[in-house]
């Protein structure tokens, strides 16, 4: 999953890239509210996570843009601003959620989860192609009960193809749903990262991950 975070102080954004990265999402971030506006505009994103006070453009005119585009993207808002008139009008303009600074790490994952799990039905408890499972809650995979020792991102992209399953999916489309925006798009990391979690699933002998040249990558129980 892939997440934007506009924000501009550099402790909190160190802080919660390292958290959220840990966690097998990819991060994008921006300082600055028409940067981070550009890249809610210009990127697909599960969610994101904007401060209201921003040099260039504000929280609330970030919502405001954003929304007239007619972009339905979960919105967590972060600011010092805690007054009740103030969250009424930012959940008003199309906020899902906001919460106020100083906030402990756990409380803002479990938001984060939260919203993740409201916008689309395809994000269930579980995640099952044949014999393999995924715990996208916690983390976890396992084939025929046993766990799967996955990287993080593999474990990302093991999600991305199941919630997909059936449908080819492009380069593009992985790397801007599994990788930041920092990721080289003309590397062979996906290839990279293909080949690893096909042995670590045991696709050999019965695959499940399948390659379309020119097109990309697609998980089904049979081609």
């Known amino acids: 999953m892939r997440l934007l975070l506009i924000e501009d102080d550099k402790d909190i954004v160190h802080l919660l890239s390292i958290a959220l990265k840990s966690l097998c999402f990819a991060v994008d971030t921006a300082q600055d509210g028409g940067t981070g506006l550009n890249l809610a505009l210009s990127n697909h994103y599960d969610l994101i996570i904007t401060d209201y006070n921003l040099p260039i453009l504000n929280g609330r005119e970030i919502i405001e843009s954003i929304r007239s585009e007619n972009k339905s993207t979960p919105i967590l808002v972060l600011s010092v601003r805690s007054e ?24 803002l994952l479990a938001r984060i989860k939260a919203l ?108």
Do not use: C
């Open 84 to 107: 009740i008139d103030d969250r009424v009008d930012l959940l008003n303009l199309g906020a899902d959620d906001y919460i106020t600074k100083p906030f402990t790490l756990s409380e």
């Open 116 to 223: 993740l799990r409201r916008p689309q039905n395809i994000r269930n408890k579980i995640l099952k192609i044949g014999d393999i499972e995924i715990f996208p809650d916690r983390f976890i995979a396992t084939k025929n009960g046993q766990p799967l020792y996955l990287s993080s991102k593999e474990f990302a992209l093991l999600q991305y193809l199941i919630e997909n399953k059936g449908e080819i999916l492009s380069r593009q489309e992985i790397m801007g749903h599994v990788w930041d925006e920092e990721a080289d798009p003309f590397s062979n990391t996906i290839e990279v990262h293909i080949m690893n979690l096909r042995k670590k699933i045991g696709d050999q002998k019965y695959p499940m991950i399948f390659t379309y040249s020119n097109r990309g990558y697609k998980i089904a129980l049979e081609k």
